[in-house]
């Protein structure tokens, strides 16, 4: 399938992201870079952290709540590169918090714990968390809606070549990838938004 529009995971939490923004009063903050580690194989002698990076978040209120929302990309050494990118969301404590308090926010927020959702390198989708420490407010929500649903936007299943491993993950590399529908956008969204309103829980 070629020029129809299909979205790779990176391109479809995007324009997710642009969508809210789009529908919903917001306020713009950037800072500088956030880097919340999702993953890290360092030992004794030798530190290799992987991260997501954060440049800027939007500030929503939905039903009288607030929310700091970012859109994160991988960054560091190889431990990222099973991931690709994702959508969190923070309560900050105040309406106008400044940049520095939600920048920090976002640092503390390691392994996907407050991730809406997140993609991964081979285009999947993912919920929750990867600790088993942490506990991520939305991934039950998250599932709920998004888990029936989740087939009939896929445009694309991701194919493996099951004959090299990456030294760097032990898995097989993807020689396709995961793409979705361009409908899905407006889902996501929509999915997104439901549960801000509800509060997250």
């Known amino acids: 399938m070629k020029n129809g529009g299909e979205l790779k995971v990176r391109k479809l939490l995007e324009k997710t992201y642009e969508n809210l923004a ?31 990076k954060y440049e800027s978040a939007n500030l929503f209120s939905f039903n009288g709540k607030n929310w700091a929302v970012a859109r994160g990309e991988r960054y560091g050494d190889y431990p990222a590169e099973p991931y690709d990118s994702d959508i969190t969301a923070l309560e900050p ?10 920048r920090s926010k976002l640092e ?8 809406l959702i997140f993609g991964l390198a081979d285009g999947n989708l993912a919920m929750g968390t990867n600790s088993s420490f942490f506990e991520n407010p939305f991934e ?6 998004l888990v029936p649903k989740l087939t009939d936007f896929v445009a694309q299943t991701p194919e493996y070549d099951t004959g090299a491993i990456l030294t760097s ?5 993807a020689t396709k990838k995961m793409l979705y529908k361009p409908g899905f956008v407006d889902f996501l969204t929509e999915t997104i938004e439901k549960i801000l309103k509800e509060g997250g829980e």
């Not at 404590?93 to 939600?102: C, Q, W």
């Not at 039950?140 to 809606?145: A, L, S, T, V």
Request: proline share 7%; with cysteine; glycine share 2%.
């Open 22 to 52: 789009e529908r919903n009063p917001h306020k713009e903050i950037r800072f500088e870079p956030a880097l919340s580690k999702i993953a890290d194989d360092s030992d004794w002698h030798r530190t290799k952290i992987g991260y997501m």
């Open 169 to 173: 993950t032990l898995q097989h590399p």
């Open 108 to 115: 503390s927020s390691c392994y996907f714990r407050n991730s």
């Open 140 to 145: 039950k929500k998250m599932k709920e809606i």
């Open 93 to 102: 404590s105040e309406e106008n918090p400044a940049s520095s308090y939600i």
